[in-house]
């Protein structure tokens, strides 16, 4: 039996067994297990936690870092930073104690930062009912504050120029062949003064350099604006579809291209300087909403003797003509750039009557200055260096031209409100009513005439000649600019109520930084509606 019933056992199959088996409870957890899978739960949220922090942490940087980098943009791309003014502008002057290195390191930084969207620009909203707004050559400016030349000699910064604020930027002096001017150094700060003194010499690319980097402009905007590419594309623009200036490119401003004769070329001979100006307008006119003659450089040896009423008149008519010859609908204006310097009656009116006869449209008063007198008043102090550089070759510019510059504007405005000069056999006496009308308007006197005119007119009398009785005909009224030691707004409006129509700045903007424009706009607009 025992036999039978092992061998039976075995037959069992192993389901079977395991159905017959004795269940068993399940053992319960030990303490040391419960605290062990606690601790994996605990370490398991702590890490979970740890991660959510970290992925919190990355936010949080990532989002201040965003936040400052926008603030960041937001505050170095303002002209209003102070940081401009009171970092950048003594930076630039301690890491580059020769002047002409600071100007071309200035430049290169301004067309850089344009081209990453990074430059300063003028960023306020018109909260002010004062219009500062003028009107010069039939259109209506933004403002009346313009750049002179000499901060962008090349043409390599205009827009950039522009975002600043001004409503006109004046870009050269541009010679018709490239020429190196005067040798090093050439360009010397007065701090002290806020003054320089620069003997540069016209250095200039030529004017095929320049006419090609402000036709490539012209393209791009025309590409931007989904007029095209090209040359069809270009013209165009120049053609006025885009509706903006030509030169400009910016609806409210306008661009001043200088133009001025080689320093090898004979002053004597006025056929060969005429050749020069004409040159230079005939490639660079297409690209300009004002043509600047500049006989006025007190760095080009015989220059300022252009200045003389002959050869003067027949520079600028050869000028003029070449500009209606402009491959475009409209002519660039033309303006004569004249000195400081000459300030004889004699030399004012041979000036005005150059101006006149040859058609130009308007003078700018005035450049930079060879004298050294009246320059630093008896009660200031001056220190050793800067008396030394002030015996330095070269014009000078700085705030203490002002007076000089508001003397001259005053003494132009009186001098081209006449009308032509007419020979003495033809003079006429004022004893007709009509006559006497046009010899009692009145000079405009405030920024605000200004706006209420769109074409500013002056009627000027033909003189008796073989018996004719005189005719009278409406002439436009020749528009002033003025530039030298205008640094706030007083002075500028103080030049325009004494007849110019834009006031311009050098060497305000260079020791002031890219906020300048915006402080004499403000300044400006304070002035006129305190008054």
Same mark, same amino acid.
């Given at each position: 039996?025992?036999?039978?019933?092992?061998?039976?056992?075995?037959?069992?199959?192993?389901?079977?067994?395991?159905?017959?088996?004795?269940?068993?409870?399940?053992?319960?957890?030990?303490?040391?297990?419960?605290?062990?899978?606690?601790?994996?739960?605990?370490?398991?949220?702590?890490?979970?936690?740890?991660?959510?922090?970290?992925?919190?942490?990355?936010?949080?940087?990532?989002?201040?870092?965003?936040?400052?980098?926008?603030?960041?943009?937001?505050?170095?791309?303002?002209?209003?930073?102070?940081?401009?003014?009171?970092?950048?502008?003594?930076?630039?002057?301690?890491? +580059?104690?020769?002047?002409?290195?600071?100007?071309?390191?200035?430049?290169?930084?301004?067309?850089?930062?344009?081209?990453?969207?990074?430059?300063?620009?003028?960023?306020?909203?018109?909260?002010?009912?004062?219009?500062?707004?003028?009107?010069?050559?039939?259109?209506?400016?933004?403002?009346?504050?313009?750049?002179?030349?000499?901060?962008?000699?090349?043409? !390599?910064?205009?827009?950039?120029? +522009?975002?600043?604020?001004?409503?006109?930027?004046?870009?050269?002096?541009?010679?018709?062949?490239?020429?190196?001017?005067?040798?090093?150094?050439?360009?010397?700060?007065?701090?002290?003064?806020?003054?320089?003194?620069?003997?540069?010499?016209?250095?200039?690319?030529?004017?095929?350099?320049?006419?090609?980097?402000?036709?490539?402009?012209?393209?791009?905007?025309?590409?931007?604006?989904?007029?095209?590419?090209?040359?069809?594309?270009?013209?165009?623009?120049?053609?006025?579809?885009?509706?903006?200036?030509?030169?400009?490119?910016?609806?409210?401003?306008?661009?001043?291209?200088?133009?001025?004769?080689?320093?090898?070329?004979?002053?004597?001979?006025?056929?060969?300087?005429?050749?020069?100006?004409?040159?230079?307008?005939?490639?660079?006119?297409?690209?300009?909403?004002?043509?600047?003659?500049?006989?006025?450089?007190?760095?080009?040896?015989?220059?300022?003797?252009?200045?003389?009423? !002959?050869?003067?008149?027949?520079?600028?008519?050869?000028?003029?003509?070449?500009?209606?010859?402009?491959?475009?609908?409209?002519?660039?204006?033309?303006?004569?750039?004249?000195?400081?310097?000459?300030?004889?009656?004699?030399?004012?009116?041979?000036?005005?009557?150059?101006?006149?006869?040859?058609?130009?449209?308007?003078?700018?008063?005035?450049?930079?200055?060879?004298?050294?007198?009246?320059?630093?008043?008896?009660?200031?102090?001056?220190?050793?260096?800067?008396?030394?550089?002030?015996?330095?070759?070269?014009?000078?510019?700085?705030?203490?031209? +002002?007076?000089?510059?508001?003397?001259?504007?005053?003494?132009?405005?009186?001098?081209?409100?006449?009308?032509?000069?007419?020979?003495?056999?033809?003079?006429?006496?004022?004893?007709?009513?009509?006559?006497?009308?046009?010899?009692?308007?009145?000079?405009?006197?405030?920024?605000?005439?200004?706006?209420?005119?769109?074409?500013?007119?002056?009627?000027?009398?033909?003189?008796?000649?073989?018996?004719?009785?005189?005719? +009278?005909?409406?002439?436009?009224?020749?528009?002033?600019?003025?530039?030298?030691?205008?640094?706030?707004?007083?002075?500028?409006?103080?030049?325009?109520?004494?007849?110019?129509?834009?006031?311009?700045?050098?060497?305000?903007?260079?020791?002031?930084?890219?906020?300048?424009?915006?402080?004499?706009?403000?300044?400006?607009?304070?002035?006129?509606?305190?008054?």
């Amino acid at each position: 039996m025992s036999h039978l019933y092992l061998k039976s056992s075995r037959s069992y199959s192993a389901p079977l067994r395991r159905a017959l088996a004795p269940r068993s409870r399940p053992l319960l957890s030990s303490p040391a297990s419960q605290t062990s899978r606690l601790a994996s739960t605990t370490a398991s949220a702590a890490s979970d936690a740890r991660s959510l922090a970290r992925r919190l942490k990355i936010l949080l940087y990532g989002t201040s870092l965003s936040l400052a980098a926008v603030f960041g943009y937001l505050y170095m791309t303002d002209t209003r930073a102070s940081i401009h003014q009171w970092a950048t502008v003594p930076l630039i002057r301690y890491l +580059f104690p020769d002047a002409e290195d600071a100007h071309h390191f200035g430049t290169t930084a301004l067309r850089t930062l344009y081209g990453f969207g990074l430059n300063p620009r003028e960023r306020t909203r018109k909260d002010s009912k004062t219009d500062i707004g003028v009107i010069v050559f039939g259109h209506k400016l933004q403002n009346p504050i313009g750049t002179s030349a000499g901060i962008d000699k090349l043409a !390599e910064v205009p827009d950039a120029l +522009f975002a600043l604020g001004p409503a006109i930027v004046e870009v050269g002096g541009c010679t018709p062949l490239a020429q190196e001017g005067n040798p090093k150094p050439r360009l010397f700060r007065l701090p002290g003064q806020n003054a320089l003194i620069n003997r540069y010499g016209l250095n200039s690319k030529g004017a095929d350099d320049m006419a090609k980097r402000l036709r490539e402009r012209v393209r791009l905007y025309a590409y931007n604006e989904g007029y095209g590419a090209g040359e069809d594309a270009e013209q165009l623009v120049l053609d006025g579809a885009a509706g903006v200036p030509p030169g400009s490119l910016i609806e409210g401003k306008l661009l001043a291209v200088q133009v001025a004769k080689n320093k090898d070329t004979n002053g004597e001979d006025i056929a060969a300087v005429t050749r020069d100006y004409v040159y230079c307008v005939e490639r660079l006119a297409r690209y300009a909403d004002i043509l600047v003659v500049n006989v006025s450089s007190p760095n080009t040896p015989g220059l300022r003797t252009l200045q003389r009423v !002959e050869p003067l008149t027949q520079i600028l008519e050869g000028v003029v003509g070449a500009a209606k010859e402009a491959k475009r609908k409209t002519s660039p204006k033309v303006m004569v750039k004249v000195s400081p310097d000459e300030d004889s009656d004699e030399q004012l009116e041979g000036i005005a009557e150059a101006i006149w006869r040859s058609g130009v449209d308007g003078v700018i008063v005035g450049n930079t200055t060879n004298r050294r007198t009246d320059l630093v008043s008896a009660d200031s102090t001056i220190l050793h260096k800067e008396s030394q550089l002030l015996r330095e070759q070269g014009g000078y510019s700085g705030p203490q031209m +002002f007076p000089r510059t508001l003397s001259l504007v005053k003494r132009y405005r009186a001098l081209l409100d006449q009308g032509p000069s007419l020979p003495p056999s033809t003079e006429l006496t004022p004893k007709t009513p009509e006559v006497a009308a046009i010899n009692d308007q009145p000079i405009s006197s405030t920024i605000n005439d200004k706006l209420s005119k769109t074409k500013e007119t002056s009627s000027t009398a033909i003189g008796v000649k073989n018996g004719v009785v005189p005719v +009278f005909q409406k002439q436009e009224k020749k528009v002033i600019f003025a530039t030298g030691g205008i640094t706030n707004g007083k002075q500028a409006l103080e030049i325009l109520n004494a007849g110019a129509s834009v006031a311009q700045i050098y060497t305000a903007l260079i020791y002031g930084g890219v906020g300048t424009v915006l402080r004499i706009k403000s300044e400006l607009r304070n002035e006129v509606e305190r008054k």
